[in-house]
């Protein structure tokens, strides 16, 4: 009997599972699956150990699900990428695999991994196939009339969009039951990783809760969104990003059950502001692959190599603890470092406090939000910090620097989202809840909160200045 293995990674579901589906095209064949933990190999990556859990968790409701249909999951931990790719060709050899079959990562790491991979396989007379599962559109298939990739975010997504109306990616079904199915599940080992427990109730695991939730976003949602999106003290976004990050979801099936609710959702501009943050991911994604030294967290505009960060370790650790004396950028930290999730107006804002403020290195910011995010995600993190640090593709221009003070007064101007994670604040009015010390200093009180760790004036021309400077230079 011919023997089918689906490698699982980030795509921790049955449905739209295109090398799942793949290798259960054939009715006859034995279809097995296998998941490697590479404890090392995340460490290294800075994976969030909420995200971890996160992972075990949705990988015990997926074996349960691949189980129903008499698809046995295996599971196996080692150090790194490289030891990996040895269990992988001795699992193959002793399970006489004839065919692998797996999904794409675009992470230099992981693509170097999965060539290894291969190339072993093939020695060894194994069928390798890999697919763009990831994805809406394949990495290098929206160029420009010059056949380049769009360093832009906005002609990039209009070719987008119309490579969509004129072809729609399809969403394939789950496999069906196989002989012998059902299959009783085996206990999962704990993985070795850390991992740290997260809030059930806002990021439920498993595939059936990701498909509740994304039902429920794309009726109503999805068209309030657009009003919604930058407010923190309501509940205006998706809450999609972890199960898109860990493949407990695909984009197709966003894309697809949006267009369902609302079927002109391509050509209407209220679904379009979310379906744009889908193709911001995407974005991202084909940056990554066509140039990779994005993956080794190089800055994507040369001369901001040359900008002079400040190494303050006492402002780094203020900032991570949600202790910088500005309201709205503190509440944000403190909701990332509870939640390890952050409303994504406010991680626009505390990056560029981090870096326009603090005038320290985004790649710290960048490497603290994963340690901490559940919905870590390399491209989409990189990007994001890249673009508030005024270092990456279609980034913000370097003296475009938010000032946290007006940020909060827009986005939360009564405080509402400051009071539920600034508790010390409960008392102060709302009309001085974005700058409490002038408040406490004209009312001669003593409040258990900090004052501003730098007065935003005098650091915006500190960085204006750096930045000038780095930019003459190169």
């Not at 991979?117 to 929206?142: H, M, N, T, Y």
């Not at 009339?145 to 109306?165: D, H, I």
């Not at 059930?200 to 939730?213: T, V």
């Not at 923190?232 to 860990?246: C, E, F, K, N, Q």
């Amino acid at each position: 009997m011919t023997t089918h293995l689906v490698w699982l990674r980030n795509d921790l579901r049955i449905n739209d599972n295109l090398a799942l589906h793949a290798a259960c095209r054939d009715g006859h064949a034995r279809v097995i699956a296998l998941f490697i933990a590479t404890e090392q190999q995340w460490q290294q990556h800075d994976m969030a150990p909420k995200q971890a859990a996160f992972i075990f968790e949705s990988l015990e409701l997926l074996q349960a699900s691949l189980c129903e249909r008499g698809i046995e999951l295996f599971t196996h931990q080692c150090d790194d990428f490289a030891a990996s790719i040895d269990y992988l060709a001795a699992f193959c050899q002793q399970e006489q695999v004839d065919n692998l079959f797996y999904n794409y990562q675009y992470e230099v790491n992981e693509r170097e991994r999965d060539v290894a991979a291969e190339k072993r396989l093939d020695a060894a007379g194994v069928i390798c196939q890999g697919f763009d599962d990831s994805l809406l559109l394949p990495p290098g298939s929206v160029r420009t009339g010059n056949n380049e990739m769009y360093k832009v975010f906005t002609p990039f997504s209009r070719a987008f969009v119309r490579r969509l109306q004129q072809h729609l990616p399809e969403c394939v079904p789950a496999p069906k039951a196989r002989s012998g199915a059902p299959l009783k599940a085996k206990k999962i080992a704990r993985f070795a990783y850390p991992q740290a427990c997260f809030d059930h109730d806002l990021f439920p695991p498993g595939e059936a809760a990701a498909l509740k939730q994304l039902r429920h976003f794309a009726t109503q949602g999805v068209m309030d969104y657009a009003a919604e999106r930058d407010k923190p003290a309501v509940d205006g976004t998706s809450r999609l990003s972890v199960y898109l990050a860990t493949g407990v979801l695909s984009p197709r099936q966003c894309l697809h059950r949006v267009l369902r609710e609302h079927p002109a959702a391509l050509d209407d501009e209220k679904p379009m502001v979310w379906l744009n943050e889908l193709i911001w991911r995407e974005f991202y994604r084909h940056l990554m692959v066509a140039w990779p030294a994005l993956c080794k967290h190089q800055p994507f505009i040369h001369w901001t190599r040359q900008v002079q960060w400040q190494k303050s370790a006492a402002h780094l650790a203020a900032w991570q603890a949600g202790k910088t004396g500005y309201p709205i950028v503190d509440a944000a930290m403190r909701q990332l470092n509870q939640l390890g999730w952050m409303h994504n107006r406010l991680r626009m804002i505390v990056a560029s406090f981090l870096v326009k403020d603090l005038l320290i290195d985004w790649r710290e910011g960048e490497r603290y939000f994963m340690q901490q995010l559940i919905d870590g995600d390399l491209a989409a993190n990189n990007g994001g910090w890249q673009w508030a640090a005024s270092t990456g593709t279609d980034a913000a221009p370097y003296f475009r620097i938010f000032n946290p003070t007006t940020q909060g007064e827009r986005f939360d101007p009564k405080g509402a989202f400051i009071r539920q994670w600034l508790p010390e604040l409960a008392h102060v009015p709302d009309s001085a809840i974005h700058q409490p010390d002038v408040w406490a200093k004209k009312n001669r009180c003593t409040l258990d909160y900090p004052s501003p760790i730098v007065e935003h004036k005098e650091a915006r021309k500190k960085t204006l200045d750096a930045f000038e400077r780095a930019k003459n230079a190169a």
